[in-house]
């Protein structure tokens, strides 16, 4: 093994470990223990008065909001970033990487992505607060997952995926549902995501219905931000559900850059 290849296998080597402890703290990322103490134990309280007919409104508004997005939805989500560009930017990418893997050229791509998370994290929540501000809670999912999906378009395209297929659709719903979890839900549901990835990276079939994890995935969001979503029905009150929104998009965007990174390391 040449010089070249010895360092290129040192600069993966220590992407990868970086990655890994990126990983694990977001895995393993502890509640801060004010919240857990004094604001959790009123949130369940107040979700426990939540009408189980609301509780099912929400997870089908959710499942139908995923089901347009998906299939009528991303042509006017492609419209908010300009998607042959990013496309080309990843093919430079490649290119500039296949001559050589250095840290440099690995973190110019995480700072495009960092830079979009956070125009994305700025959307959502001002999205969030708006309509709150007027008591609108229930009309704005669809609009929630298209900021949320726009997010990790934009990831998937920085890191050269495409998110075109079924199968990468599963895989981006694993990445939110394990975002909308915590604990060993969490790991688990990241675990499938990565389990997703190495099939579709290897071409292997996972045999998983699209409808069903759109139906999984609804059922995590609805419990992760009913509340939010309820409170933001309130006039004024409703603000909170842009502080929410925010939190969920900023654990989505940080767990899709870590997984769409991986497979890109994986591949190099």
């Given amino acids: 093994m040449n010089y070249n290849d010895l360092r290129k296998e040192k600069t993966l080597s220590n992407q990868k470990k970086k990655l890994l402890k990126?990983?694990?703290?977001?895995?393993n990322k502890k509640e801060n223990e004010y919240i857990k103490n004094k604001i959790s134990p009123i949130?369940?309280?107040l979700e426990e008065r939540i009408p189980e007919k609301m509780i099912n409104t929400f997870e089908k508004a959710f499942e139908k909001g995923f089901y347009y997005v998906f299939q009528k939805g991303t042509v006017i989500i492609e419209k908010s970033y300009n998607c042959e560009r990013l496309k080309d930017e990843a093919d430079i990418n490649e290119y500039i990487l296949a001559k050589r893997?250095?840290?440099k050229n690995l973190n110019q791509i995480d700072k495009k992505v960092k830079k979009s998370v956070i125009i994305n994290k700025g959307i959502t929540?001002?999205?969030?607060?708006?309509?709150?501000i007027f008591g609108i809670g229930l009309p704005d999912i669809p609009v929630f997952i298209g900021v949320v999906l726009k997010t990790v378009y934009e990831?998937?395209?920085n890191y050269g995926f495409r998110y075109d297929s079924e199968e990468e659709r599963i895989f981006i719903?694993?990445?939110i549902s394990a975002s909308a979890n915590k604990g060993s839900d969490r790991i688990l549901y990241s675990k499938e995501a990565d389990k997703i990835a190495y099939n579709i990276d290897n071409k292997i079939n996972s045999n998983i219905a699209l409808d069903e994890m759109i139906k999984v995935t609804s059922k995590n969001l609805s419990e992760n931000i009913i509340l939010s979503k309820v409170i933001q029905g309130i006039p004024l009150v409703g603000v909170y559900g842009g502080l929410s929104n925010y939190k969920l998009i900023r654990d989505i965007s940080e767990l899709a850059s870590i997984k769409y990174k991986k497979r890109l390391l994986s591949r190099l």
Avoid: D, Y
Wanted: charged share 30%; net charge neutral; with cysteine.
């Fill in 125 to 132: 929540t001002a999205e969030g607060t708006v309509l709150g």
């Fill in 173 to 175: 719903l694993n990445i």
């Fill in 101 to 103: 893997i250095n840290n």
């Fill in 43 to 45: 949130k369940e309280k």
């Fill in 155 to 157: 990831i998937c395209l």
């Fill in 22 to 27: 990126r990983e694990e703290k977001f895995l």
